[in-house]
């Protein structure tokens, strides 16, 4: 657990809906030191698991998965909301509270054998982590593991990423 | 224009819609070289600017926008959809061909004479840099140019942003 860029996260009561508090990570974004130490962490972490690509979750996991690719020399791949991406996608379902929702990646994004690693800014139930993750493995593709900037441990989406590596900064 | 860039755009026909020629940029972003040539040539031409912070629009602008923050050392700021953002924001109406749209920003996101630089993949109407540009201004901030990855220049959205410092990768 980062406890000073745990002091740069902001609460926000009542969004998107009354009675939940919104771990905001703008302000952790718009200083200089924020966004880098977060990148540099998860940098530090994975550096030596030989990632051939970052694959980053519509649209916070776009905010740190692209420094880090960068930093790790290697190529982004953005797993979208249905009807973004514009050639051919593999879709996947996943549970809301109430409900279902999908996720989306192109078909040609990843190739047989490579090495993925996930990133999303905020580790909650894990559904859409999951689903990012059968996305992959379903190209041939192999998870090397999850980044998330914040876990929320209460919500136990870790139990939905049994046998992956799963580093967060910080935990709730 | 950077010929080595724009050899890794696809065309995707008829996306979102039938007779539009959709410039896809995730056949770029998954080759380490072209994410990094990207970001590097962002960086090497905005680096003397004396910028404060990075301001992407949502959701293709943070791609680029993070890791050009991450190297220029300064904070990022995400513009983003109406409902998006957690904290009070600003507002801003700019005209699509049919109807209008907003985009948002926090309020607290910029301070008075902070000098902000606008990224985002694709200078098409100009309609949305121009709304991200006022959004700045009506801050107090000072827009320090504008980063874009693609430029459709038969669309003449540069009109929109006369008097910036416009720098485009690739021009078609």
Redo the contacts between chains.
């Keep these: 657990m980062d406890k000073k860029l745990a002091k740069m996260i ?1 609460d ?1 009561p009542d ?2 809906k009354e009675g939940i508090v ?1 771990k ?1 990570i ?1 302000t952790l ?4 030191n ?3 130490s977060s ?1 540099d962490l998860l940098n530090e972490y994975f550096k030596d698991l030989k990632i051939d ?1 970052i694959a ?1 979750i ?3 996991g ?3 998965g ?2 880090l ?3 790790l ?6 797993i979208r909301k249905p ?1 973004k ?3 051919e996608t593999f879709s996947q379902e996943y549970a809301l509270e109430y409900g279902t929702d999908r996720i989306e990646m ?1 078909k040609d ?1 990843v190739r047989e054998g490579q090495s993925v690693l996930i990133v999303d800014d905020l580790l909650a139930t894990g559904g859409t982590a999951e689903a990012a993750a059968k996305l992959i493995e379903n190209c041939g593709g192999k998870v090397a593991g999850f980044g998330f900037i914040i876990e929320l441990t209460f919500l136990n989406g870790i139990n939905k990423l049994k046998g992956y590596n799963v580093k967060s900064l910080i935990k709730y």
């Design positions: 902001r926000v969004f998107p919104f905001d703008t974004l718009k200083e200089a924020g966004l880098r990148v690509l980053g519509e649209s916070r776009f905010i740190f692209t420094p690719a960068y930093n020399g290697v190529g982004f791949i953005p009807g991406l514009p050639a192109h994004a």
